[in-house]
């Protein structure tokens, strides 16, 4: 097995990958922060810390980053200055942990949150996404997921895809002028996988997700068609495609040790389509 290339290891526990700005971004939730590396792993920065967990990110149509707080269910936004401050606090929607945030570029932000404490060992409930406005409220748009993990939208603002991790499926919604989510559609079944983050290929004709229990990132077409499958040593939580068409992993052994040790990675794949 060609394994992917180690751009940073002895991560505590390595999330929401990203590509921006020439860099490969990620949380690392147990040290509470937002970092980012060069493609060949140098130039470590840590941009934010946080108490609490910084659980996903993203940028808004200013560019300016978000920091969805998970534990604390609430959106944080970064000044130019490096200062972070809450920008909506989620919890008149869902008090349960909150996951995933994607940028519209109209300017709204969607988040989702999976509907049950799982750390705490409740059973599953329905997952929801809902949509923050730019006047700072707040409102529900789906309900009943099962557990919803990565999110995307296109580059046109037309359509969002969910990754259900508990169905194993994709999920797309058509979103409308006024940021509602309809025409609910399984974008892809992928029977016997758990997709968690997800990425779009550059064109959008097809996505990327991570799977955690079969270790590998997988690209699957609408409808489900597998295109190429990544195998990795540890389970694989979020992937991102990079401009320099490579994608990009955080991979972490899970187990019941895995929040006390730092064996997560971030990793670099040049064995694309």
């Known amino acids: 097995m060609n394994q992917p290339q180690v751009l940073v290891d002895g991560i505590a526990f390595g999330e929401s990958v990203r590509w921006r700005d020439g860099r490969v971004w990620y949380c690392d939730w147990i040290d ?46 970064q000044a130019d200055s490096g200062a972070l401050s809450q920008l909506a606090d989620l919890s008149s929607v869902s008090d349960r942990p909150w996951n995933e945030v994607a940028a519209h570029p109209s300017g709204r932000i969607y988040l989702n949150g999976i509907g049950f404490d799982m750390m705490g060992g409740e059973p599953p409930s329905g997952g929801l996404i809902a949509v923050l406005e730019a006047d700072g409220s707040v409102r529900q748009v789906v309900d009943d997921l099962e557990f919803p993990n990565g999110m995307i939208i ?18 797309a919604f058509t979103i409308t002028a006024d940021g509602v989510l309809i025409d609910r559609r399984v974008f892809a079944a992928v029977d016997e996988s758990a997709p968690d983050g997800i990425s779009f290929t550059k064109n959008e004709d097809a996505v990327w997700y991570a799977d955690v229990p079969n270790r590998h990132c997988r690209l699957v077409r609408e409808g489900g ?49």
């Open 154 to 171: 296109t580059q046109d603002g037309s359509t969002l895809i969910v990754a259900e991790s508990y169905a194993g499926r994709l999920t």
């Open 32 to 77: 509470g922060t937002v970092c980012s590396v060069s493609p060949d792993g140098l130039d470590p920065t840590t941009h934010a810390k946080v108490n609490g967990l910084p659980i996903c990110i993203d940028w808004t149509d200013k560019g300016e980053l978000l920091i969805v707080d998970g534990s604390k269910g609430e959106v944080l936004k």
């Open 225 to 273: 068609e597998v295109l190429k499958t990544i195998e990795v040593d540890r389970g694989c939580f979020s992937c991102a495609i990079g401009e320099d068409d490579r994608l990009y992993i955080a991979a972490t052994v899970w187990d019941d040790q895995t929040f006390a040790s730092r064996r997560g990675r971030l990793l670099a794949s040049d064995q694309l389509p």
